[in-house]
């Protein structure tokens, strides 16, 4: 099935240190949802977005709607050790509007060294 | 009801053998959403509902895999005759209508085919 493509795929940093990542697909996005997953656990929801260039916080973490609508992007500031985990992007395409089939990312899997 | 339940949580079963998973979704959510995820990958559409109606289906959902939500509230999804590739994380999501378009997880139910 079709992914999007999310960068870096893993990467490890120092307690502290600022995050980023992102989400791209050559096609357009309506809504970029951003997911963390704890193993064996589902995903859980981070922040939503929902029109191009929208800029969102919860807490430490902040996301943008790309204006090309084709991307998306997540930081974490100041990561802490329970920051670790897979975070996914998902969206709705443009071409499937109407529906609510999500298209997930292929993840970024973080670690925080202490 | 504090979000989306799903049981079991995991199962193990003999190939060949037919599985039942159940989803509960967060009250009064009328869309539901079935997700397979393998490991290392992200979540893949299977299919979804609208209160009762099962709007789409994912070429992923071959003739073995049957999903209902005959009243629109709890949903389940059987397996049957199934085969070691269908090992995976299977996960439920739901969402309301008319609030934007998050989808909220469960803790997924893990199925082993041995």
């Known amino acids: 099935g079709q992914q999007l493509n999310q960068n870096p795929q893993s990467m490890f940093i120092q307690e502290g240190e600022d995050v980023s990542m992102n989400c791209t697909s050559s096609s357009i996005f309506n809504t970029w949802l951003w997911y963390k997953q704890d193993p064996g656990e589902g995903p859980v929801l981070l922040i939503a977005l929902y029109k191009a260039g929208e800029l969102t916080s919860n807490g430490r973490l902040t996301a943008q709607f790309g204006i090309t609508r084709k991307d998306s992007f997540l930081n974490i500031s100041a990561s802490i050790p329970s920051d670790v985990g897979i975070y996914f992007c998902?969206?709705?395409?443009?071409?499937?509007?109407?529906?609510?089939?999500?298209?997930f990312g292929t993840g970024t899997r973080l670690k925080v060294l202490a | 009801d504090t979000g989306v339940s799903q049981n079991p949580r995991h199962k193990i079963t003999k190939r060949g053998q037919n599985v039942t998973f159940r989803c509960d979704p967060i009250s009064e959510h009328n869309r539901l959403y079935w997700y397979r995820q393998t490991l290392g990958q992200g979540p893949e559409f299977l299919t979804y509902?609208?209160?009762?109606?099962?709007?789409?289906k994912s070429r992923l959902l071959s003739d073995r895999f049957s999903a209902e939500r005959p009243k629109g509230s709890f949903s389940t999804l059987e397996i049957q005759r199934t085969e070691q590739g269908d090992s995976a994380m299977y996960l439920c999501?739901?969402?309301?209508?008319?609030?934007?378009?998050?989808?909220?997880f469960g803790q997924g139910t893990r199925l082993t085919v041995v």
């Open positions: 999501a739901s969402s309301l209508r008319g609030s934007g378009t998050e989808a909220f």
């Open positions: 509902f609208q209160n009762e109606a099962q709007l789409e």
């Open positions: 998902a969206g709705l395409p443009l071409s499937t509007s109407g529906t609510y089939k999500y298209i």
